[in-house]
């Protein structure tokens, strides 16, 4: 199985400030597969914010193109997320989730403890 574990890099922001959130692996990491990054707001379904396959293929929602960078570090096992010119409707607990198949039976899905991101003006 594979723990996710972020970092607190979250927190209050202005409008039009930056935030980086980073993500551990640890255990089957050389299983992980595609990384993605969520936010939850307060009575809504996670959204899905941005994705990274192991080859490094990115896709964003359309709301954070061209200001949230996805990357990761298959070396030290850390996925991260550059958020820039934050809004006010970036404010949510984003959450990490990896893909992992060790076993060849399908996928398990792993999500990190949350990291509360606030945007005011």
């Known amino acids: 199985q594979v723990q996710l574990v972020q970092s607190e890099g979250g927190g209050l922001v202005q409008t039009g400030g930056s935030l980086r959130l980073s993500c551990a692996a640890s255990g089957d990491t050389p299983c992980i597969s595609n990384m993605r990054w969520f936010r939850k707001t307060p009575g809504l379904e996670p959204e899905f914010v941005a994705a990274i396959t192991s080859d490094g293929t990115t896709n964003y929602v359309d709301s954070v193109k061209g200001r949230f960078t996805i990357s990761r570090d298959d070396v030290n096992h850390i996925l991260y997320l550059q958020m820039n010119s934050l809004k006010e409707q970036d404010t949510a607990l984003y959450l990490c989730?990896?893909?992992?198949?060790?076993?060849?039976?399908?996928?398990?899905?792993?999500w990190g403890q949350g990291t509360q991101v606030t945007v005011s003006s």
């Open positions: 989730n990896a893909e992992s198949d060790c076993s060849g039976y399908g996928s398990i899905f792993s």
